[in-house]
């Protein structure tokens, strides 16, 4: 059995979802990274899902994933698991300017958002540097 | 020539000494964000939580003076967090993000940084300027 699948099947068991390369339908919720600095996707950069329990406002992360040679990071919530509320993006840009041996001005970069109707397509992407960063509402 | 009262001294004053300054700019009617609530916020590293070190609104030019005095503004890990839904909704729109925060980390406190935060309700962005 390969390195790779043995990575998959262990992470089908761990308790929150990791992102494979395996997963079945598309995510409601897409994100892209681009390094606006080289010109290039932001891969290999690892990032959070958290979603707010409404009552406690406690964040409970649904996801960790890396993103992958385009820069994106596809299932990261299926359609079950989303419902209105608000959720937030953590992006760990200054670890992945650090990979790359350059400071950044940001550690990292969170993005809340309001989810109203789970039905829609929500993409979320960051366009960053080391010393700017961007995000729109697509879908 | 014209005059310059107490005010626009104060005003000067206020504006000069920060060493950390923002400006909000509402990208979707091409204004300023003016009376957006903020707050800025610095890591205690010790406990590991925020602690707030000011609260303010913009003023009409989407300005907020006076957010840190050069004596509190020692090196480490900032947050400012701009109300930009309460924003949004005191202007009759939904927005996409309820509210939002940069986090930021500073070594040389000697220099000055400015943090733009250009929105719409759909968007926002923002740089490390001087």
Redesign the interface.
Known sequence: MSAFRLQQLKSHILSDRKITAMSPSPSPLTTHVLNTALGVPGSNMTLRLYQQQPLTTVWHRITTGTTNGDGRCPGLITQEQFKPG?YKLHFET?QYWASMGQT???????????I?DPGQRYHVPL?VSR???????GS | MKSVNSKDLQKMAVADSSPLTTHVLNTSDGVPGAKMALSLHRLDTRLMIWSMISVGTTNEDGYCPGLISREAFIPGMYKLRFETGSYWEGLGKTSFYPYVEIVFTIHNPAERFHLPLLMSSFSYSTCRGN
């Open positions: 608000v200054g950044s001005f940001y550690p990292y970069v969170e993005i809340l958002f309001t109203s366009l010393f700017s960063y961007s995000t729109y509402r």
